[in-house]
């Protein structure tokens, strides 16, 4: 397998750049990529350094730089370089930032880091994960009806997990899971169904989840949690209370945590618009 060098150059933290090149080297299983960041370049003259150490490591013909800059200098500067030395380049944002100008007669502000500012985005990210911790596996029913989300599911189909990646996109999410022998609080009832997602999976991966998590823990494989009659029968009540309760289901079945996630996030809109999440005032969460 071929070993290349994948170098970020960026005037943020670089972390952006890196994750769209890993994202994209993603597709060339047959490279072995070494992904160097060069983050927080400020001066034009610092770019001459850099491209210096890139040409000493004596790998041109195996390297790649990701420009992930939108200061103009530093920019035009490595532009300049990279040109100059030989140096392939990707300019994650040129193109991309002069498509949206004239797509919607806008101007960018053109400063590093701005997915890094502690806006009110942030803050309300913040929110919804203590949201998520202090609401999960179902401990204070009364998130229920606070929540943007609420997630049922029986034990090991991400429900944790999911709540609390889409805590980090601004949902307020609250889950609980499902057992034969435990009625629902009446909060789920209550609450408004559309706002209700019930998790299923297939008995083969609900048996591999749960005989991962019995080995973690140092427990027996035979015990009830992951024989077959019990998951098929934790199975078929969740589909009965989905039935009940007429909310929406997803199968995560073979399906990451991102995806389920995207699919959630885009139902949510689709039913609910701009509402989708609520506008929660910091006496909801007590």
Request: some cysteine.
């Given at each position: 397998?071929?070993?290349?060098?994948?170098?970020?150059?960026?005037?943020?933290?670089?972390?952006?750049?890196?994750?769209?090149?890993?994202?994209?080297?993603?597709?060339?299983?047959?490279?072995?990529?070494?992904?160097?960041?060069?983050?927080?370049?400020?001066e034009p003259a610092e770019v001459d350094s850099v491209i210096s150490r890139i040409l000493e490591q004596g790998r041109k013909s195996s390297s790649l730089v990701v420009i992930s800059v939108v200061l103009a200098e530093?920019?035009?500067?490595?532009?300049?370089?990279?040109?100059?030395?030989?140096?392939?380049?990707?300019?994650?944002?040129?193109?991309?930032?002069?498509?949206?100008?004239?797509?919607?007669?806008?101007?960018p502000v053109m400063e590093a880091g701005m997915t890094r500012k502690l806006t009110s985005n942030?803050?309300?990210?913040?929110?919804?994960?203590?949201?998520?911790?202090?609401?999960?596996d179902g401990k204070d029913p009364r998130g229920f009806l606070k929540a943007d989300l609420i997630l049922l599911g029986v034990s090991r189909t991400s429900k944790t997990p999911l709540s609390m990646f889409l805590a980090t996109k601004g949902y307020n999410v609250a889950n609980l899971p499902l057992l034969p022998e435990v009625d629902l609080a009446e909060e789920v009832f209550q609450a408004d169904k559309r706002r209700i997602v019930g998790l299923t999976v297939s008995?083969?991966?609900?048996?591999?989840?749960?005989?991962?998590?019995?080995?973690?823990?140092?427990?027996?494989?035979?015990?009830?949690?992951?024989?077959?009659?019990?998951?098929?029968?934790?199975?078929?009540?969740?589909?009965?209370?989905?039935?009940q309760l007429g909310c929406k289901v997803i199968d995560v079945t073979d399906s990451a945590i991102e995806v389920t996630a995207a699919r959630i996030v885009n139902y949510l809109q689709e039913t609910f618009g701009d509402e989708a999440k609520r506008q929660l005032g910091q006496e909801a969460m007590i």
């Open positions: 397998m071929r070993t290349v060098d994948i170098y970020i150059i960026s005037d943020s933290s670089g972390e952006t750049g890196e994750a769209m090149a890993r994202a994209l080297m993603g597709q060339f299983p047959d490279l072995e990529a070494r992904f160097l960041r060069y983050p927080d370049l400020t530093i920019h035009h500067s490595l532009v300049e370089a990279c040109q100059a030395a030989g140096l392939p380049f990707i300019d994650l944002y040129a193109d991309a930032i002069t498509t949206i100008m004239k797509a919607f007669d806008v101007h942030y803050f309300d990210r913040i929110s919804s994960m203590e949201f998520a911790v202090r609401y999960d008995e083969a991966q609900l048996f591999e989840a749960r005989k991962n998590r019995l080995s973690t823990l140092g427990i027996a494989e035979d015990a009830d949690y992951i024989a077959d009659s019990r998951i098929e029968k934790e199975l078929s009540y969740a589909r009965s209370v989905f039935d």
